[in-house]
C-alpha cells in the first residue's frame, strides 16, 4: 500500500536483535531512530497507538529530516560552489564571515530575508507568487525515495526512480509560471527555452537510465543499491552514465546546459524579476535538485551508500555526492554556454542514439547472462562505450576544428621587413 | 503551412549584464531570430570634445585617459602625437621607446580584457576573464610604476612622457615579457581548440572583407576579415619603423578570427617591447617646452593604431593656450557601425558573442 | 479509524480538488491559469491513482500529464496572443453545450447504472514488474498497435513541421 510506504517503518520486531554494540547505532542510524521512535509509542504491542498514528508520525520527522537535508545542504552547496569557482579562478572566495567563510550561508540567508520583495506592476500577481513554490516543492518530493542507508529512505517507493523523474519534470510547471507571470521577454525567452532543453533531455535522461533499471530489474532505488553487489553500475553502465550524466545537468540547468538562465543572455532567464525569498526559493529548488541528482546518480551509478569499508552508509552516500557535487562545478568553471539549437541538435542527433544503444546493449547482456554479468564485460562495455562515444561523434561531424592566423607573405603595406608564413598555432584546416 | 508569428521588441541594455558599459540595442526577435537592430547611444556621453576647448594643452590628457579607459596609454600617446604635429616637434628618443613600450602593453591589456569579456559573454563563468585580470594585473603594476595610477594614467604628455621610467621598472618588464608568453599559451590550451568554443564561434558573424573596409572599420576587427592594415605598418609613428613585428589577420572575419587575430597580436605586442627594451637609449625623457603650450594657428590630425583601431585626434589651434576644436575619431564607435549588417539573422546568443568580439568601449562610443 | 479511513479522506481532499481545478479550467477566461488549473487537475488524479494502491499509473500520470502534456498546452499558451482575454464567444457556443450535455447524461446514466464489484483482495504489492510483464507478454499487440499509433503520429508531425519549400 503506497501509504505505508510513506513512513521510514517500524523494522519488524527481531530486526535489530543481538546487535547492540555502539557502532551499530552509528552504521543503522536513521532506521534506528524510526524504531526507537516507533518502539517508544509502544507499537507492535497489543493495545498501544493505531499503525497509521505511528505511519503519521514516523513520517512527518521523516519529512522533517529530508526537508531540512535539502534546505539546509542548499545553502552550504551553494557555499561551495563560491569557494570552487573562486579557486577554479584564482579567487579565494568567501572568507569574511566566520572562519573560512563557513557562516556566509547564514549572513546570505539573513540578506535575502530582509530584502524587499518586489512584484512588478504589470506581473500576474498570484501565479507569480506561486510560481517559486510550484518549483521547489516537487524538487523537494524528489527525495523521498533516496536510500541514504540501508533500509533508510524516507518512502521506499516502488517505483522509486519513476517517481524522482516525474516529479522533477512537474517542478518545470514552476519555470513556466515564472516566466509568463513576470510579464519580463528575458523571463519569457527563458521559459521558452525551459520547454525546449526539458522536451530534448528528458528522453535520453529517460532512456539512459532503462540499463540500469534492466540490470537491476526493478525501479526501486533501494533495491538498485543492493543489486550492486560486486560493482557499481558505472562499470557496467558506462554510455549510460555518459549519457545520464549529461542529461542531467541538461535538466539542472547546469552549465554548459544554462540557457534558461543564460546571465550573459538573458540576464538571469525565467527568474529575472524575482527578488528576496521568493528568488530564494527558486534557489532553493535549483540547488536541491542538484543535491537531490547527484544523490540520484550516487544511487543509481556508483552503488549509493555502499562502500568497500566498515564505514556508515549515509557517509558513503555523502562523499559520492561530494565528488560529483564538485564535478558540476568543475564543468560549469571550465566550459562555455552552448546555444539552444546546438544543444537541441546535441540532444536529439547525440545522446538520444547513444542511449538506445545503450538500452539494446544491456538488454542482449541481460539476456546472455540472465543470472549476473561476468566481470570480463566490465573492459568490454567501457570499450563498447567509448567506441560508440567517438564513433557517432564522428557520424556527426563533431571534430575540433581549429584555423591558422595567416600572417600575409606579401609585404605588407608600409613595411619594409617582409612579412613572412609562420605556423604560429599548432592544429590543422 | 505556415505558421503566423509576431515579432517582439526586446530592449537590451543599458542595463544588462553583457553590453559592455551602458549600451543599448533595441532588437526585433522573431523568435530567438534577430531581425532588425537599432543601437542606441549616448548614455556615458560626458562631452569630452568640447570640454577640451576649455582645458590648456596639457590638462586636456586627462579627459583623454577616460575615452576608452581600459587603454589610456593609447588615447593619451595619440593625443600627445597630435600637439607634437601640431607645434612640429618631436619627444626625444627615450620618450619614444618609453611611449612604444607603454602603447604595446596597453595593447595587451586592452586585448586580455577584451577576450575575457568576449568569453565571459560565450558563459565561461568568469574563469578565462579571471586568468586574464591576472596578467593585467602586473600590467597595471607596471603602470604604477611609471604612472603613480592604476587606470587613468595621465603618464604622456606633448612632447615626452611625465617622468622617466624608476630604476625597478626595466627588471620588472623584462619578467613579465618572459612569463607572458607562457600565459598566452594557457589561454589557448583552455580554449582554442574547445569544442563549444569552436561551435559558437566559427562562422558566427562573419564580416565579409569589403563589407569591412566599405564600413571604415580599424584594429582586430578589420584584420580578423582578412585584411592587412595597420597603421604601425602603414603610417609607422614612434618607433615601429625600426621593430619587427608580424600582422596577424584572419580568414573569413567571423568571432574565431577574431578571438584568435587579438591572442596572436598580443604575442606580436611582446615581441615590440622585447624590441624596444633592447634599443632603448638613454637620454631625456622629455622635449624642453614651455609650461603652457601655445601651438601656432593651424590644424593636425595624429593616429595610432589602438587596441581597438585607429584612434586619432584631431586638433584646431588658434594660437592660443586651449584647442579651439579637438575631435576624436574613437575606433569602437566606427567599428559599431556594422553591427546591424553583423547581427540580423543571428540569434540571441550569437548577437551577444558578436558584439562582445567587436570589443569596442562605451566610454569611448559615447565620448 | 485505520488506513482506509486515512486513505478516503485523502480520496475526498483529491476528488473535491480535481473536480474544482476542471472546472476552474472552463470558468477561468486566462488561459495561461486555466492551463494551470489544467495540471493541478492531472496532478490530483494522480493523487487518487495513489489512494488506490496505483503507484505506477499515478507516477506516470505525473510524468506524462504533469509534465509532457502539460509542457506542450503551456507551450501552445505562450504562443497565443491576447491569452488574458482568452476565447471569443462564437457560434459554436450552442452544439457545444449540447455535446456537453449529451456527454454528462451519459457518464451520469452509466455510473448509475453499472453495478460496481469490490474486491476483497489486498492490493497487489509492487504493481511495476506486473505491468511490464503484462505489457510484452499478454497484451503484446496491443502494445505495438499503440506503439505504431504513434510512431505514424510523430512521422505526420514531422513532415508538418518541416513545411514543403524544404
Not at chain 2, 613600450?101 to 577584451?114: D, K, N, P, Q, V
Not at chain 3, 462564437?90 to 446514466?109: H, Y
Amino acid at each position: 500500500m503506497a501509504v505505508s510506504a510513506l513512513a521510514t517503518g517500524c523494522q519488524p520486531p527481531g530486526f535489530f536483535d543481538g546487535q547492540n554494540l555502539w557502532h551499530e547505532w552509528v552504521v543503522n542510524f536513521f532506521p534506528r531512530i524510526g524504531d526507537s521512535i516507533c518502539r517508544g509509542m509502544g507499537g507492535h504491542a497489543d493495545g498501544g497507538p493505531p499503525n497509521w498514528l505511528i505511519y503519521l508520525v514516523l513520517g512527518f520527522l521523516g519529512s522533517l529530516i529530508v526537508v531540512n537535508i535539502a534546505a539546509l545542504g542548499v545553502p552550504f552547496v551553494v557555499l561551495l560552489e563560491r569557494k570552487l569557482l573562486g579557486r577554479f579562478q584564482n579567487r579565494i572566495g568567501p572568507n569574511r564571515v566566520g572562519p573560512f567563510g563557513l557562516l556566509q550561508p547564514v549572513a546570505d540567508a539573513l540578506k535575502l530575508m530582509t530584502k524587499e520583495d518586489i512584484t512588478p506592476a504589470a506581473a500576474d500577481k498570484i501565479v507569480f507568487a506561486l510560481a517559486p513554490l510550484a518549483f521547489a516543492i516537487p524538487i523537494i518530493l524528489m527525495f523521498a525515495p533516496i536510500p541514504w542507508a540501508d533500509h533508510a529512505s524516507l518512502a521506499n517507493l516502488d517505483i522509486g526512480i519513476l517517481w524522482v523523474i516525474a516529479v522533477t519534470t512537474a517542478a518545470e510547471a514552476g519555470i513556466f509560471m515564472a516566466g509568463w507571470s513576470s510579464n519580463n521577454k528575458y523571463s519569457l525567452f527563458g521559459a521558452m527555452r525551459a520547454v525546449a532543453l526539458l522536451v530534448s533531455y528528458e528522453i535520453p535522461l529517460v532512456l539512459s537510465l532503462l540499463g540500469v533499471v534492466l540490470l537491476a530489474g526493478t525501479l526501486n532505488l533501494s533495491e538498485i543499491v543492493l543489486d550492486q553487489r560486486f560493482a557499481p553500475n558505472i562499470l557496467w553502465q558506462p554510455l549510460g552514465f555518459f549519457v545520464f550524466i549529461i542529461a542531467v545537468s541538461a535538466e539542472l540547468n547546469r552549465a554548459p546546459f544554462d540557457q534558461l538562465e543564460a546571465e550573459s543572455e538573458l540576464v538571469s532567464g525565467f527568474h529575472t524579476e524575482y527578488s528576496g525569498m521568493k528568488w530564494a526559493m527558486v534557489q532553493l529548488g535549483e540547488y536541491a535538485a542538484l543535491i537531490g541528482f547527484s544523490a540520484i546518480i550516487a544511487t543509481l551509478f556508483l552503488s549509493g551508500w555502499k562502500g568497500p569499508l566498515w564505514i556508515p552508509g549515509y557517509i558513503w552516500l555523502v562523499t559520492k555526492m561530494a565528488f560529483i557535487l564538485c564535478a558540476f562545478i568543475w564543468v560549469r568553471a571550465t566550459i562555455p554556454r552552448m546555444r539552444i539549437d546546438q544543444i537541441m541538435a546535441f540532444g536529439w542527433k547525440f545522446l538520444l542514439p547513444l542511449s538506445i544503444i545503450n538500452i539494446f546493449a544491456t538488454a542482449a547482456e541481460v539476456i546472455a547472462f540472465p543470472d549476473a554479468l561476468p566481470y570480463w564485460l566490465i573492459p568490454i562495455n567501457i570499450a563498447f562505450a567509448g567506441a560508440c562515444v567517438v564513433g557517432m561523434a564522428k557520424l556527426l561531424g563533431f571534430q575540433p576544428k581549429t584555423r591558422k592566423i595567416v600572417i600575409p607573405g606579401r609585404p605588407v603595406i608600409g613595411d619594409d621587413t617582409p612579412g613572412r608564413i609562420v605556423p604560429l598555432m599548432r592544429g590543422g584546416n | 503551412m505556415t505558421l503566423k508569428t509576431e515579432p517582439i521588441i526586446v530592449n537590451i541594455g543599458p542595463q544588462h549584464p553583457s553590453t559592455h558599459g551602458v549600451f543599448r540595442l533595441r532588437i526585433l526577435f522573431d523568435g530567438e531570430v534577430i531581425h532588425d537592430v537599432e543601437p542606441v547611444f549616448g548614455y556615458l556621453h560626458r562631452g569630452s570634445e568640447k570640454l577640451a576647448e576649455e582645458r590648456t594643452y596639457t590638462q586636456i590628457v586627462t579627459l583623454t585617459d577616460r575615452l576608452d579607459y581600459l587603454a589610456a596609454m593609447s588615447n593619451n600617446l595619440s593625443y600627445c602625437l597630435s600637439v607634437e604635429k601640431l607645434m612640429g616637434i618631436e619627444a626625444p628618443e627615450r620618450a619614444k621607446y618609453i611611449r612604444t613600450i607603454m602603447a604595446e602593453l596597453m595593447r595587451i591589456s586592452s586585448h586580455l580584457m577584451g577576450l575575457g569579456f568576449f568569453l565571459q559573454d560565450l558563459g565561461a563563468f568568469a574563469t578565462p576573464l579571471m586568468y586574464m585580470f591576472r596578467e593585467r594585473e602586473k600590467i597595471m603594476d607596471l603602470f604604477e610604476m611609471a604612472s603613480g595610477a592604476r587606470i587613468t594614467y595621465t603618464y604622456m604628455r606633448p612632447g615626452g612622457v611625465n617622468d622617466d621610467l624608476p630604476p625597478e621598472f626595466m627588471p620588472a618588464l623584462r619578467k613579465f615579457a618572459d612569463e607572458m608568453p607562457g600565459y598566452i599559451d594557457e589561454y589557448e590550451r583552455l580554449l582554442r581548440e574547445n569544442e563549444i568554443l569552436i561551435t559558437r564561434t566559427k562562422g558566427v558573424g562573419v564580416l565579409p572583407r569589403d563589407l569591412a573596409i566599405n564600413g571604415s572599420l580599424s584594429g582586430p576587427a578589420l584584420r580578423a576579415s582578412g585584411v592587412p592594415w595597420d597603421l604601425r605598418k602603414a603610417d609607422p609613428y614612434e618607433v615601429y619603423s625600426r621593430v619587427q613585428f608580424d600582422l596577424p589577420v584572419g580568414q573569413i572575419g567571423d568571432n574565431y578570427d577574431r578571438f584568435l587575430v587579438r591572442l596572436e597580436e598580443m604575442r606580436q605586442s611582446l615581441r615590440i617591447v622585447r624590441q624596444c627594451m633592447q634599443q632603448m637609449p638613454a637620454g631625456p625623457f622629455r622635449a624642453d617646452l614651455p609650461m603652457l603650450l601655445r601651438p601656432p594657428k593651424g590644424d593636425a590630425y595624429a593616429h595610432v593604431e589602438g587596441p581597438k583601431g585607429e584612434l586619432g585626434f584631431y586638433l584646431v589651434s588658434d594660437g592660443s593656450i586651449s584647442p579651439y576644436r579637438c575631435a576624436i575619431r574613437a575606433p569602437s564607435f566606427i567599428n559599431l557601425s556594422l553591427l546591424k549588417e553583423m547581427l540580423v539573422g543571428w540569434k540571441i546568443a550569437d548577437m551577444i558573442t558578436i558584439v562582445g568580439s567587436l570589443d569596442f568601449n562605451m566610454g569611448e562610443v559615447d565620448r | 479509524m485505520n488506513v482506509g479511513v486515512a486513505a478516503s479522506i485523502a480520496f475526498w481532499i483529491m476528488a473535491i480538488i480535481a473536480v474544482v481545478s476542471a472546472l476552474a479550467v472552463i470558468v477561468t477566461r486566462d488561459i495561461f491559469r486555466a492551463a494551470l488549473f489544467l495540471i493541478l487537475a492531472f496532478l490530483t488524479v494522480a493523487g487518487l491513482f495513489i489512494t488506490l494502491s496505483a503507484d505506477f499509473v499515478a507516477a506516470v500520470q505525473v510524468l506524462v500529464y504533469g509534465g509532457a502534456i502539460s509542457i506542450l498546452l503551456i507551450f501552445a499558451v505562450l504562443l497565443t496572443r491576447d491569452v488574458q482575454k482568452g476565447n471569443p464567444s462564437n457560434r459554436m457556443l450552442k452544439p457545444a453545450v449540447f455535446l456537453g450535455a449529451l456527454f454528462a447524461a451519459t457518464l451520469i446514466v452509466v455510473i448509475t447504472n453499472s453495478t460496481w464489484k469490490l474486491s476483497g483482495d489486498s492490493p497487489p504489492q509492487g504493481t511495476t514488474a506486473a505491468i511490464g510483464d503484462a505489457l510484452v507478454n499478454s497484451y503484446v499487440l496491443p502494445f505495438e498497435i499503440a506503439s505504431v499509433l504513434l510512431l505514424a503520429a510523430m512521422i505526420g508531425a514531422i513532415v508538418v513541421a518541416r513545411g514543403r519549400d524544404e
